[in-house]
T-cell receptor
Framework: DTGVSQDPRHKITKRGQNVTFRCDPISEHNRLYWYRQTLGQGPEFLTYFQNEAQLEKSRLLSDRFSAERPKGSFSTLEIQRTEQGDSAMYLC???????????FGPGTRLTVL | AQSVTQLDSHVSVSEGTPVLLRCNYSSSYSPSLFWYVQHPNKGLQLLLKYTSAATLVKGINGFEAEFKKSETSFHLTKPSAHMSDAAEYFCVVSEGVLTGTASKLTFGTGTRLQVTL
């Protein structure tokens, strides 16, 4: 089953360090989304790509966050100078352009000490 | 702008009894509506979706939901709860397909379903 995969599944870091997460979407999907889920809340949209183009970014995505999808396949999400408030589950999803439901990966749980 | 309100943060039922998880939405357009389930340490899984076809939508594992435009509701039901149904359930709205923009999903805050013996 080649669903959406994310790596790593868990990351513990110290405040001020940089972290990078990877998402591999379902292979034929051209849209890829990043969401953040904090404890007790539903996921919140961060950004999305259509192929390699980043087409929308949420106001939640501060300038410490950057996302790329260099060849329109996998994507990376980097957080620079992490803060304790960045502790959350980071979820990746993918779908086709024009498809409404999204298919989610298992997420990367970030803990900032 | 689209939004979702899940009316109960926690619901507890006995195994074999009906389940009702309530959801109200707000949307400027005729939205697409979804229910996703999240089991501990697992990814979000789509239970069912409504996209302007039949108002009563059947999903996986015996769940169904009814779209009521007059009440702006999309409640999730199941006739008989099973222990394996214990999880977090999210009501979700999207306007993207109809507006031509990305199908950005807006989630509710979730309802934790507890199933007791």
């Amino acid at each position: 089953d080649t669903g959406v995969s994310q790596d790593p599944r868990h990351k513990i870091t110290k405040r001020g360090q940089n972290v990078t997460f990877r998402c591999d979407p379902i292979s034929e999907h051209n849209r890829l989304y990043w969401y953040r889920q904090t404890l007790g809340q539903g996921p919140e949209f961060l950004t999305y790509f259509q192929n390699e183009a980043q087409l929308e970014k949420s106001r939640l995505l501060s300038d410490r966050f950057s996302a790329e999808r260099p060849k329109g396949s996998f994507s990376t999400l980097e957080i620079q100078r992490t803060e304790q408030g960045d502790s959350a589950m980071y979820l990746c999803a993918s779908n086709y352009r024009g498809q409404d439901e999204q298919f989610f990966g298992p997420g990367t749980r970030l803990t900032v000490l | 702008a689209q939004s979702v309100t899940q009316l109960d943060s926690h619901v507890s039922v006995s195994e074999g009894t009906p389940v009702l998880l309530r959801c109200n939405y707000s949307s400027s357009y005729s939205p697409s509506l979804f229910w996703y389930v999240q089991h501990p340490n697992k990814g979000l899984q789509l239970l069912l979706k409504y996209t302007s076809a039949a108002t009563l939508v059947k999903g996986i594992n015996g769940f169904e939901a009814e779209f009521k435009k007059s009440e702006t509701s999309f409640h999730l039901t199941k006739p008989s709860a099973h222990m394996s149904d214990a999880a977090e359930y999210f009501c979700v709205v999207s306007e993207g397909v109809l507006t031509g923009t990305a199908s950005k999903l807006t989630f509710g805050t979730g309802t934790r379903l507890q199933v007791t013996l």
